[in-house]
């Protein structure tokens, strides 16, 4: 029973490189969610998609990009990395409304 | 927009003891609050949630109260123990949408 799963675990890239978080949950959940954690800040939401087909941006979702590319897939991408990025990304789901969200275990991304 | 701030930012309590972590939300359309506890280099986990059609839940150690008038929430941990020492995240839901916005988090020590 995998629930959500991130690749990669760690990842570090330079500054201007371009890279894609995958995301990947079998649970059947119609909603999923990108959110980033820095010290301090809590989990905030960059991007979230509602049900297969539509994307709509969270709280911080300058700098990013996401394809929803099926009901199980939801990937996130920096098309030009800045060391602002640096940050731990949680990837989640949910089934709909009022539900509680998964989680997976998180990519610690560092950009230099 | 939404917003949800929890306080505190650290708490320090002796084992045995209770700890009560709050939390206040901006939209009064939001009706479904959940609770998550995160362990060292995992994602969060839900321990508990609560819906706008009642105003207390509790779960063995672990309780939640509501107050939709003055727009706040609170979990409670009785008899607390050192595996309660970790990060526990407030969100909310703003009603009508799928957006899913968390506190800033509290960590938790319990002393023994």
């Known amino acids: 029973n995998a629930g959500v799963t991130q690749t990669p675990k760690f990842q570090v890239l330079k500054t201007g490189q371009s890279m894609t978080l995958q995301c990947a949950q079998d649970m059947n959940h119609n909603s999923m969610y990108w959110y980033r954690q820095d010290p301090g800040m809590g989990l905030r939401l960059i991007y979230y998609?509602?049900?297969?087909?539509?994307?709509d941006k969270g709280e911080v979702p300058n700098g990013y990009n996401v394809s929803r590319l099926n009901k199980r897939e939801f990937s996130l991408r920096l098309e030009s990395a800045a060391p602002s990025q640096t940050s731990v990304y949680f990837c989640?789901?949910?089934?709909?409304?009022?539900?509680?969200?998964?989680f997976g275990q998180g990519t610690r991304l560092t950009v230099v | 927009g939404e917003n949800v701030e929890q306080h505190p930012s650290t708490l320090s309590v002796q084992e045995g003891d209770s700890a009560v972590i709050k939390c206040t939300y901006s939209?009064?359309?939001?009706?479904?609050f959940p609770w998550y506890k995160q362990e060292l280099g995992k994602g969060p986990q839900l321990i508990i949630d609560i819906r706008s059609n009642v105003g207390e839940k509790k779960d063995q150690r672990i309780a939640v109260t509501l107050n939709k008038t003055a727009k706040h929430f609170s979990l409670h941990i009785t008899e607390t123990q050192p595996e309660d020492s970790a990060v526990y995240f407030c969100a909310a839901s703003p009603g009508g949408t799928y957006k899913y916005i968390f506190g800033t988090g509290t960590r938790l020590k319990v002393l023994a």
């Open positions: 939209d009064s359309a939001s009706n479904y």
């Open positions: 998609s509602a049900s297969e087909g539509t994307t």
């Open positions: 989640a789901s949910r089934q709909g409304l009022n539900t509680e969200a998964f």
